[in-house]
């Protein structure tokens, strides 16, 4: 059974992804994660983000934690997490999420100052997240 990871971002309340800090580009950048960690995902065997059944896996939240456009840069980091899906049971019977990961981030640079500048940033960011990322999911799955 592939491991299931969850990239729905249409729920308003819990964003899995989040672009604010690129003002008017905000939905396009949270559309551009969304797509990338999709699209790392579907290539990879094990891994799955068509949600059938009762699945279990995991959900990956990003958010563009500084960036900076100047000097004909674009200079942009992201910040995320994996945690596991669906949200375990605490011990206070409430429903919370348990996160695999601490400190997954990464930052890049890109030339010029444009949208797509900032979109190549963000793509290479993940890509490079992605790469640490998934080894991750796959040692966790197991205890599962």
Not at 70 to 75: Q, V
Not at 108 to 124: H, I, K, N, P
Request: net charge positive; with cysteine.
């Amino acid at each position: 059974m592939p491991i299931f990871v969850d990239t729905d971002n249409s729920d308003p309340k819990n964003k899995l992804y989040n672009g604010s800090k690129a003002g008017n580009s905000a939905a396009k950048v949270e559309a551009k994660m969304q797509s990338v960690v999709k699209g790392i995902l579907d290539k990879t065997p094990g891994f799955t983000t068509a949600k059938m059944g009762d699945p279990k896996g995991y959900t990956i939240r990003l958010e563009i934690s500084k960036l900076d456009t100047a000097d004909h840069k674009t200079k942009c980091s992201l910040s995320g997490s994996i945690v596991r899906y669906p949200k375990g049971v605490t011990m206070k019977g409430a429903k919370g999420e348990e996160m695999l990961s601490l400190g997954w981030a990464g930052s890049a640079e890109a030339t010029g100052t444009s949208e797509g500048s900032l979109m190549d940033c963000v793509e290479a960011i993940i890509e490079s997240m992605m790469k640490k990322g998934i080894p991750i999911m796959t040692a966790d799955f197991p205890k599962r």
